[in-house]
């Protein structure tokens, strides 16, 4: 049975930029990241493009120079203007054909995309201190865009319309917390524009956000492929048109939630997400990626190091930018509680992600010592964005700041004890609320135990009485190291880590 495209949404109506109302099929129609407030990519020749009639002429300004591109026989059109070397300013972007489009308030800055499951789609007005950050939340060089939620089965070139917003009280309540954050503070930092685009869907494994056919054609990930397949191979025709009459019922007066398709919501399958949200950005120049997503794969935690650095990649390559700026926000502490995951996955997920920083240009920020026990979304977003900031301005502005805690570099066995020794130490290895908690010690029958451990100048003493001959050490290695207290003098906590690489709870899960 051959399943038709069923796009699925949390169905924000569209909202026009400033165009009035939707254009005939055969009229001018930018794509709907262009309006007017937004932010054009610094330093980046500057791409426009949309629909038009076939073979139709469309003329774009920007900034004093004016291009002319053809739509092909598709309808398509793409033009390119010369880079905006200077940050700032307020430029209009004049897109005209059979239609005219006139865009105000275009500033140059840099361009973050912030994708994710719900603890990046957690609102400023869900965070911790609410109230006042929305209330101080004045900032017109920040400027914010949300990408609908939408999925589909396949690939599309436009998204639904929605505006760009300049950052203010006003506007910010409903935005992503962590992007919010983590952009407030590189506009503080580096007085340049920085536009926000929050491409998020909370509840939804990595899988979505990737194409399909790499799922597919990998035997290591062609499981998660096949569970979904099952699902819509139970549908009869019948039961697809009851949906589609539902579907149509429901258009005459849309509101929240759209009706889910009865083979599940499609925003959970592979290659949904990619093909309605991201793939339709891919022609905008952007500064960097933020990823906050691998609570739902945390059973899957093995599994999840090839999923994350293949998301890095695949982006990169649809992006063009080989380079392309990746943070990552590694998993908080959690102990899931009526859910209670097994002991150890959260740990091998956090593995996972750091793993994933050994692609270069990539960067981590470590929460473990900021979430919520009970609480599978922390209130203290502001944290998570101020080192998500640290990362970037270090790593992609060349700041001259500790941008990171402790990270394990090797442990070395002898006479009854591990010395443990780490990178990224700053001004030195901190314990606070002594004594150090959550390290622990093994032996060759791989059985792990509370150890004592003290700093050493810069290395960590670990010993246990119930361990004579030491071969493994690990660190804060649990769902919830609720109070773990290694830190740098700087105040960036310690990484957590393993020495050793023994089969872990989630290997054999696909």
């Not at 919010?180 to 524009?193: A, I, K």
């Not at 952007?286 to 906050?292: C, F, L, R, T």
Request: charged content about 25%; aromatic content about 10%.
């Amino acid at each position: 049975m051959k399943i038709r495209l069923i796009p699925l949404s949390f169905a924000l109506l569209p909202v026009l930029a400033a165009s009035a109302a939707v254009p005939d099929a055969e009229d001018l129609r930018p794509h709907a990241i262009f309006g007017s407030n937004m932010v054009i990519q610094r330093e980046s020749p500057v791409t426009v493009w949309g629909k038009a009639r076939p073979g139709g002429t469309v003329e774009v300004s920007l900034a004093g120079n004016t291009v002319r591109a053809t739509a092909g026989t598709d309808g398509n059109w793409r033009a390119e203007l010369p880079a905006i070397a200077v940050p700032g300013g307020s430029y209009r972007l004049r897109i005209a054909g059979k239609r005219e489009f006139l865009f105000d308030n275009v500033t140059a800055g840099d361009i973050w995309v912030c994708s994710g499951q719900s603890n990046m789609e957690w609102p400023v007005r869900s965070a911790l201190n609410a109230r006042q950050e929305i209330a101080a939340a004045d900032h017109p060089g920040i400027r914010i865009f949300t990408v609908p939620q939408q999925a589909a089965y396949e690939q599309r070139d436009d998204l639904a319309a929605s505006p760009w917003r300049v950052c203010s009280p006003r506007t910010i309540g409903w935005f992503s917390a962590v992007a919010y954050f983590f952009g407030r503070e590189l506009n503080r930092e580096l007085n340049v524009p920085v536009g926000l685009i929050d491409a998020s869907w909370g509840g939804t494994s990595i899988s979505p956000w990737l194409p399909l056919s790499l799922v597919e054609r990998d035997p290591e990930l062609r499981p998660i492929a096949e569970r979904y397949d099952r699902q819509r191979a139970r549908m009869t025709p019948e039961a697809v048109a009851a949906y589609d009459r539902t579907v149509a019922e429901w258009q005459k007066n849309p509101k929240p939630p759209r009706p889910d398709a009865p083979w599940g919501r499609s925003q959970y399958h592979p290659g949904t997400l990619y093909n309605a949200m991201i793939a339709p950005l891919f022609p905008l120049r952007i500064k960097g990626v933020v990823w906050y997503q691998g609570e739902a794969n945390a059973k899957r935690a093995r599994q999840y190091r090839k999923l994350l650095r293949l998301l890095v990649t695949t982006w990169r390559t649809q992006w063009r930018q080989e380079m392309l700026p990746f943070l990552i926000v590694q998993l908080p502490n959690y102990r899931g509680g009526r859910i209670v995951p097994e002991e150890g996955q959260w740990a091998e997920l956090r593995e996972a992600q750091y793993l994933a920083t050994r692609l270069p240009g990539t960067a981590l920020a470590v929460t473990c010592d900021i979430g919520e026990p009970e609480n599978i979304h922390p209130l203290n977003k502001q944290e998570v964005g101020r080192r998500l900031a640290l990362a970037a301005l270090k790593q992609f502005y060349g700041c001259e700041l500790i941008h990171s805690g402790p990270v394990f570099e090797q442990a070395r066995f002898d006479r009854g004890r591990a010395e443990v020794s780490f990178t990224h130490i700053g001004g030195g290895l901190e314990v606070r609320n002594p004594p150090l908690r959550y390290f622990e010690l093994a032996g060759k029958d791989r059985r792990f135990h509370p150890a004592s451990a003290r700093i050493d100048g810069n290395r960590i003493i670990v010993e246990s009485l119930s361990v004579p001959e030491p071969v493994a050490v690990r660190y804060a290695w649990k769902n919830n190291p609720e109070g773990c207290n290694l830190y740098n003098r700087e105040g960036l906590p310690a990484m957590p880590f393993r020495s050793d690489n023994w089969p872990g709870v989630t290997d054999r899960n696909r």
